[in-house]
């Protein structure tokens, strides 16, 4: 393992550069020549590949975002832009890649391993803390923890004017982050992609709730099954005429903002574990932590299990603090 390459792909997460400074440098102790690749797989259909040093990566562990960008490459999905990335990584003898991102990034991944024979690793890097076979994804906890500021936030104004307030988090496919937002911010409510959400029965809900309180905070997955907090607020209207109801969408906030302590550890972690992995010769697995231990799951079954599921005992710990007397 002489060379070897690495990229973001997909949504941006705190700690992405955390990670990358955590490969570069394990590389350059193991004397191996690290090569970033710029904005994901489609950088590498162009060529957009560079060596990197140290000095490339020192003082970046506090950034958020990623300095060697980040996209969604729609050419990567036909083969004939595949073996002209393929032929890009070939020329510079490229022998292992390390992809950080979601499960798009580990298909992409997959397919290019097959076509090209070339050992690759996944390090989970989403906020959105769906991955199957780990605990934490890199980023989570930052975004969690700006989320939980900002429903600190609008609760004070919504305390001031008597106001219940929708507010949207991102989830499209897994309430993890909606779950344990409402359960840190103290909501009244959440609404999920795993479960139904029935209208009527969540108004009943918010009108026992709201008696003897000056406000109300329902935290919404943008994946719920009933739309957005716009759309929410749209259909639940009917029941709720006489209070003051509100929608804020959090959005991008969400993805952006220097990593927290834990994402920099974790992610500086996982980068290390990835160049060690491929100087051991692995292949093809992604790497998750359990506790505080790092462990390792085949791509493809995480592929196959999509995200995993939330977690059962936060739910029924929330459905307590939801309680009425």
């Known amino acids: 393992m002489k060379k070897i390459a690495f990229l973001t792909s997909g949504g941006d997460s705190p700690g992405m550069n955390a990670c990358i400074r955590a490969i570069v440098k394990t590389c350059l102790f193991h004397q191996i020549t690290p090569f970033a690749i710029y904005d994901g797989f489609q950088g590498m259909i162009e060529n957009r590949i560079a060596e990197m040093k140290y000095a ?13 960008g980040s996209s969604r490459s729609e050419q990567f999905l036909h083969k004939k832009f595949r073996d002209i990335a393929v032929a890009n990584l070939k020329k510079l003898n490229i022998d292992g890649l ?3 991102g979601g499960d798009g990034t580990f298909t992409g991944a997959t397919i290019l391993s097959k076509e090209m024979k070339i050992p690759i690793i996944g390090i989970p890097g989403t906020i959105d803390n769906d991955i199957f076979g780990t605990d934490h994804t890199i980023g989570y906890d930052t975004a969690l923890n700006t989320i939980i500021n900002s429903v600190d936030k609008i609760r004070d104004t919504a305390n001031s004017h008597h106001r219940i307030f929708f507010i949207e988090v991102m989830g499209r496919h897994s309430g993890c982050i909606a ?8 909501a009244e409510s959440v609404l999920l992609p ?27 997955a943008e994946g719920d099954d009933e739309g957005g907090s716009l759309e929410i ?9 006489q209070y003051d109801l509100k929608s804020t969408v959090l959005g991008h906030i969400q993805r952006g903002g220097s990593p927290s302590a834990f994402d920099r550890i974790l992610a500086t972690k996982m980068g290390a574990y990835s160049v060690d992995l491929l ?41 307590k603090m939801l309680t009425l007397n």
């Open 56 to 68: 490339d990566v020192n003082n970046i562990v506090q950034l958020g975002g990623t300095i060697i």
């Open 98 to 100: 390390i992809v950080i």
């Open 279 to 319: 100087k051991n010769k692995s292949s093809n697995v992604i790497i998750g932590c359990k506790g505080d231990n790092l462990v390792t799951t085949l791509i493809k079954d995480g592929i196959n299990f999509k995200t995993r599921d939330i977690n059962i005992d936060n739910l029924d710990l929330l459905k």
């Open 194 to 220: 795993e479960h139904i959400t029935d209208i009527e029965k969540l108004a009943l809900q918010i009108v026992d709730q709201h008696k003897g309180l000056r406000a109300s905070i329902i935290i919404v």
């Open 179 to 186: 779950l344990n937002a409402a359960l840190a911010s103290g």
């Open 233 to 241: 607020i749209k259909k639940i209207k009917p029941y709720l005429s």
